[in-house]
């Protein structure tokens, strides 16, 4: 059970950081204040207040199927979601923001949708049925810059040059989006490689230690990293490696730190009596992968909730 619920909690953050990646390099994303087509029919209704699901709270979006679902979700996940922030990207809000939670049935007119037409239609049906007022600042805000531990400017042993050349990377990352999507979170256990294989610019559950979850990625860009770092910090983080190309490299987070962080937004996620304590982030940065975090201080987007009101039920 520890296991299938860190794979899940693993496979949340490695998916939404890679949607922002794929995102960031898109033309056509949809931007706050800008109103897309809606569903052909959606199902707004409070959830069970004791949802016993695993990860019950995580919206579940499938452009190609045209749908989106969500079992008990709070307004502020579903805010993240349509927008693709980070819970410290998201200020303002009315008292139940992170309380009251929502069951969310949606289908669109046609199937095969882009992941932005997706978004987007989500970002119409909150400002329908919640009401939902935001705007975008910029303001000065916390964040980690990624920088090389080591002053002779070598990485750690377990952050080596790759030798993928991934000519079709964003593809193939679209490709792992897809098969979470259509196979459920848990998909991602699916994708575990067989011992000895290797494949090439992805996303694996790597070998844990107790209390812990691990990440093998192979073919990745440092900012593949910082967007994961991102996920697991609370907090901005830019890299100023001065790395290019793409790398392969192993991370170990701590599994309490993991769910007490989906805990506060919400999520499902009750935390195992017994449970060790894992290697602290910091700690794995520097002595793996001969990286570390500076603490500074710099220009971010933040997404400002207006208003919103709850919805009627149907």
């Known amino acids: 059970m520890k296991e299938r619920l860190a794979v ?75 927008y693709q922030k980070q819970p410290f990207q998201i200020v303002g809000g009315p008292a139940w923001l992170n309380s009251d939670k929502f069951d969310i049935n949606a289908k669109a007119e046609d199937a095969a949708l882009t992941t932005d037409q997706m978004l987007g239609m989500l970002q119409t049906l909150l400002a329908d049925r919640f ?107 830019v890299d100023k490696t001065g790395l290019t190309g793409l790398y392969d490299f192993d991370l170990t987070i701590d599994l309490q730190t993991l769910m007490r962080l989906y805990q506060e937004l919400g999520v499902n996620v009750p935390i195992p009596q017994g449970l060790p304590e894992g290697p602290s982030l910091m700690t794995v940065l520097q002595d793996d992968l001969g990286l570390k975090l500076d603490s500074q201080r710099g220009p971010g987007e933040v997404l400002v909730i207006d208003s919103a009101e709850l919805p009627m039920p149907d």
């Not at 502020?76 to 349509?82: H, I, K, P």
């Not at 070598?154 to 991934?166: A, H, I, N």
């Not at 107790?210 to 967007?227: D, E, V």
């Open 8 to 82: 899940l909690l693993l496979a949340a953050a490695t998916a939404l950081a890679s949607t922002q990646l794929l995102r960031a390099q898109s033309a056509g994303a949809p931007a706050a204040g800008a109103q897309a087509p809606g569903f052909e029919v959606a199902s707004v209704k409070p959830s069970n207040p004791n949802p016993s699901g695993p990860l019950a709270g995580a919206p579940l979006i499938l452009p190609a199927l045209g749908r989106l679902t969500a079992q008990s979700v709070t307004l502020r996940m579903l805010v993240m979601g349509a």
């Open 131 to 237: 009401k939902l007022k935001t705007h975008i600042e910029t303001r000065d805000v916390p964040i980690y810059a990624l920088v090389i531990a080591r002053s002779d400017g070598k990485t750690g042993d377990k952050l080596k040059p790759s030798t993928d050349t991934c000519p079709d990377f964003k593809v193939q990352q679209q490709q792992q989006l897809e098969a979470i999507a259509k196979g459920g979170l848990a998909a991602l256990a699916a994708m575990r490689p067989n011992p000895g294989e290797k494949r090439p610019c992805s996303f694996m559950p790597g070998t844990a230690t107790p209390g812990s979850i691990a990440l093998t990625a192979s073919g990745q860009a440092m900012s593949t990293l910082s967007l994961l770092l991102t996920q697991f910090t609370g907090r901005p983080v």
